[in-house]
């Protein structure tokens, strides 16, 4: 089945209309479509909340397919935090819902102008219209009116006020399996594009659409399929991801030997609660109130997301990820569980990334404009100052680098403008290698390097592979917590397409994509300064058992990672 539908939405004009994908996108599914659509259509100087940027939503080459955990969307933009090329990934049932209508991409331009507007996409097209009942509501309450009943063949992407407030921080909500916001693209600022557009919701019901997408060779497909998701059980990395979700790493992070857990604005890397906010101690509470692990998107067979219930067994949030629990748990010093859960949920709802608030936050307490710990005043600049849009929700919801320019503090979680993911640069230093070369910024996901132990040069190395694999995986529309290996993905895009692909060449392709946006950034006016990580992560040591440990990879080394 071809996936060749590109559905292009003029926001200023109102038109919508339909191509094909050119040839030369025929293997470009996910990140590296987004990426390659970015810097072939727009000017990378212009503003990224301007009528002349736009949004590209793509799925992965895998998408609509029986592969586990394949269903990954992508949303590229020109980020309005870094400034550069941005992709941000979400699961959730958009990605397959998209390919069984044979969509490829969703290309949105303009800014509507006189109010908001949804699109709508079914087997009979696309259409916009008048949406001004959504405004100012919050994703949990839009996700249960548009997708509701009919999660079975529906899915959402949808921005809360944070996006309509044109917010930095701002997320895009996808549903997941139950019809609940909970699965967000959200680092970058892409609900921010998102508002810019006027867009509030884009709803998509396949149920008119195929039920599978096959296999150009379909029975080697299915093989994959079957040979890939006992690879993926087997794995004893996995066991833990389903049993406790990534809360299961905050126990082993927060040791005296790895010192990854942030804590007060990331001046220490462990905290003397992290007990409260563990995967083990969710998992018990799971057992008493109802918990448990769920998928994210259909077909998934890992099943990371943790639905969290409070005491009384209600719903509080699903997917409470190690991110969330350490940029606004630790770091704001905030316990336990519970509290966390709440600030999740609010984050969810008012559509926010909460590794960029955790850190924006964290600068703000530093700064002295919230107590450590002060759980209730986060709650009230959540819920009250940045879900009405008021000044002080705003700089908030601008990011981290805006907090620390209000309040004039230069010790700065950022690299590229984009606020620092848990994983601790100064104790895995590959982590700092990666935020640095990366085109994305401070971004984890775009290659995780824990290793220790090891010289630098094989640190780099090692972020070097994993971020080609990384491209591959966002660009196949794969989970990374298959641990799929290259050699997988090329299989599987060679019985999907019937096309020739190897390994070798899997990883040509994951490398021309980073140049691509690469290229888009340099274009952009970066340079090798926005290369380098903050100067107190190399002059601020976490005390390890062998000795302090600031970052203190040469930077020559970093600008060596693309060379
Ligand atoms: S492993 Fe977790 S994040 Fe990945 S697809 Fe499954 S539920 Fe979603």
């Excluded at 998509?204 to 299915?222: C, H, I, L, Q, Y």
């Excluded at 990366?438 to 780099?460: I, K, N």
């Amino acid at each position: 089945m071809a996936i060749d539908r590109i559905i292009r939405v003029d926001m200023s004009t109102g038109a919508v209309t339909e191509e094909r994908a050119p040839e030369r996108y025929a293997l470009l599914g996910g990140r590296a479509l987004t990426a390659r659509m970015l810097l072939e259509e727009t000017d990378a100087r212009i503003h990224p909340l301007s009528a002349e940027a736009k949004l590209f939503i793509a799925p992965g080459l895998l998408a609509g397919t029986a592969a586990t955990t394949s269903g990954r969307t992508s949303f590229g933009f020109k980020s309005p935090l870094t400034g550069g090329t941005k992709e941000a990934n979400a699961g959730g049932q958009l990605g397959h819902r998209l390919a069984r209508l044979g969509i490829k991409a969703i290309v949105v331009s303009g800014a509507a102008r006189g109010g908001w507007r949804r699109l709508d996409m079914d087997a009979e097209g696309a259409r916009l219209s008048a949406a001004d009942d959504l405004a100012g509501r919050g994703n949990y309450d839009l996700h249960r009116e548009l997708v509701g009943e009919a999660r079975r063949t529906r899915a959402a992407a949808t921005i809360g006020p944070a996006g309509e407030h044109r917010l930095s921080a701002a997320s895009i909500a996808v549903t997941d399996p139950e019809g609940r916001p909970t699965r967000h693209a959200a680092r970058g600022g892409p609900g921010a594009v998102m508002g810019a557009k006027g867009l509030k919701a884009i709803v998509v019901d396949d149920s008119g659409g195929a039920r599978t997408v096959p296999g150009e060779n379909a029975d080697a497909f299915k093989r994959e399929v079957v040979q890939f998701s006992r690879t993926v059980l087997e794995d004893p990395r996995v066991h833990n991801t389903s049993r406790y979700g990534t809360a299961g790493v905050v126990k082993f992070v927060n040791r005296e030997n790895v010192l990854s857990m942030p804590t007060r604005n990331h001046r220490h890397g462990s905290w003397e609660r992290a007990d409260t906010i563990s995967g083990q101690l969710i998992e018990e509470l799971g057992r008493e109130r109802g918990g448990k692990m769920l998928p994210c998107m259909a077909g998934c067979i890992i099943k990371c997301a943790i639905l969290y219930h409070d005491a009384g067994g209600g719903h509080v949030t699903t997917a409470l990820e190690f991110e969330t629990l350490a940029l606004l748990g630790s770091n704001l010093e905030i316990g336990p569980a519970d509290a966390v859960a709440e600030l999740d949920r609010l984050c969810d709802d008012v559509g926010l990334d909460t590794i960029e608030m955790g850190n924006a936050i964290g600068v703000a307490m530093e700064a002295g404009a919230l107590a450590w710990g002060d759980w209730e005043g986060v709650r009230r600049l959540l819920d009250e100052d940045v879900r009405a849009g008021t000044p002080l929700g705003r700089i908030a919801g601008n990011g981290t680098a805006s907090v620390a320019a209000a309040w004039g503090i230069d010790r700065v979680p950022v690299v590229k403008g984009q606020g620092l993911p848990a994983w601790e640069p100064r104790t895995l230093k590959g982590m700092g290698i990666t935020y640095g070369s990366s085109p994305q910024g401070a971004d984890h996901t775009a290659g995780m390097v824990t290793a220790r132990g090891v010289t630098p040069e094989t640190l780099a190395q090692q972020s070097r592979r994993e971020q080609l694999t990384m491209m591959a995986l966002d660009s196949a529309g794969l989970c990374q917590f298959t641990n799929a290996l290259p050699a997988d993905m090329a299989a599987f895009v060679r019985e999907r397409f019937g096309a020739e692909m190897s390994e070798e060449r899997l990883l040509a392709e994951a490398r021309e994509a980073i140049e691509t946006e690469r290229e888009f950034n340099r274009r952009a006016g970066f340079d090798r300064e926005d290369d380098r990580l903050p100067r107190w992560l190399l002059e601020e040591p976490l005390p390890l058992p062998d000795g302090p440990a600031v970052f203190d990879i040469d930077e020559a080394l970093i600008d060596a990672v693309w060379a």
